[in-house]
């Protein structure tokens, strides 16, 4: 079963608008998350992440929001550059697990 | 270059072949996670190692599968008479607490399977 789900397989933006990438949870005991980026023949590479006693965490161009009561947490990249494009993932962690969930990813295109 | 490595980055083997990969983690973390990815999927855990200890294994870890961490520093993932359904992309990760959340898991750039 899919624990971290992210529904948007792909994602095409302007250069220079706001990029937003949306992740959503079914386990109520996950209470860490954090998105990767990845790039072809990489490994995927921490981007930002927040604990559940946040609702934000900012980090220059990134902002993530969790929002607890709907499980669901999104990335948002201002303003959006030609190098932002690659795939994000979405993981969640919990108290008493020994492992983090990856979303399936989204793969973010920006155009020059 | 003090990140996680891995070797070999392709593998290209036939059905039945046994093929081994080797992780070297980052120094001083003491976990190590071994995860498999598809093509259009995320990473799906595998197994992890709290210094030489294996502490979990997944169902998607079948008898043809075995990972080992001697002396908790490198890891070695083998799998035995491969089939064409372990074509993935095999990446190792660790970290560096007891808790993986609290910091993030730090990833090789994989080694790729190819079973023809």
Same mark, same amino acid.
């Given at each position: 079963?899919?624990?971290?789900?992210?529904?948007?397989?792909?994602?095409?933006?302007?250069?220079?608008?706001?990029?937003?990438?949306?992740?959503?949870?079914?386990?109520?005991?996950?209470?860490?998350?954090?998105?990767?980026? =990845?790039?072809?023949?990489?490994?995927?590479?921490?981007?930002?992440?927040?604990?559940?006693?946040?609702?934000?965490?900012?980090?220059?161009?990134?902002?993530?929001?969790?929002?607890?009561?709907? =499980?669901?947490?999104?990335?948002?990249?201002?303003?959006?550059?030609?190098?932002?494009?690659?795939?994000?993932?979405?993981?969640?962690?919990?108290?008493?697990?020994?492992?983090?969930?990856?979303?399936?990813?989204? =793969?973010?295109?920006? =155009?020059? | 270059?003090?990140?996680?490595?891995?070797?070999?980055?392709?593998?290209?083997?036939?059905?039945?072949?046994?093929?081994?990969?080797?992780?070297?983690?980052?120094?001083?973390?003491?976990?190590?996670?071994?995860?498999?990815?598809?093509?259009?999927?995320?990473?799906?855990?595998?197994?992890?190692?709290?210094?030489?200890?294996?502490?979990?294994?997944?169902?998607?870890?079948?008898?043809?599968?075995?990972?080992?961490?001697?002396?908790?520093?490198?890891?070695?993932?083998?799998?035995?008479?491969?089939?064409?359904?372990?074509?993935?992309?095999?990446?190792?990760?660790?970290?560096?607490?007891?808790?993986?959340?609290?910091?993030?898991?730090?990833?090789?750039?994989?080694?790729?399977?190819?079973?023809?």
């Amino acid at each position: 079963d899919q624990q971290v789900k992210q529904n948007s397989p792909s994602l095409s933006v302007q250069e220079g608008r706001i990029s937003i990438l949306n992740c959503d949870y079914t386990n109520s005991m996950f209470d860490y998350f954090l998105w990767y980026k =990845k790039y072809p023949a990489e490994g995927p590479t921490f981007l930002i992440s927040i604990s559940s006693i946040k609702d934000k965490n900012e980090d220059g161009r990134f902002t993530v929001f969790l929002n607890k009561s709907a =499980k669901h947490l999104s990335l948002h990249i201002v303003p959006s550059q030609p190098g932002d494009s690659a795939v994000y993932f979405c993981a969640a962690e919990g108290h008493n697990f020994n492992k983090f969930y990856f979303g399936s990813g989204t =793969k973010l295109n920006v =155009k020059p | 270059d003090t990140g996680v490595s891995q070797d070999p980055r392709h593998k290209i083997t036939k059905r039945g072949q046994n093929v081994t990969f080797r992780c070297d983690p980052i120094s001083e973390h003491n976990r190590l996670y071994w995860y498999r990815q598809t093509l259009g999927q995320g990473p799906e855990f595998l197994t992890y190692f709290q210094n030489e200890a294996q502490l979990e294994k997944s169902r998607l870890l079948s008898d043809r599968f075995s990972a080992e961490r001697p002396k908790g520093s490198f890891s070695t993932l083998e799998i035995q008479r491969t089939e064409q359904g372990d074509s993935a992309m095999y990446l190792c990760a660790s970290s560096p607490r007891g808790r993986a959340g609290t910091g993030e898991l730090f990833f090789g750039e994989g080694s790729r399977l190819t079973v023809l």
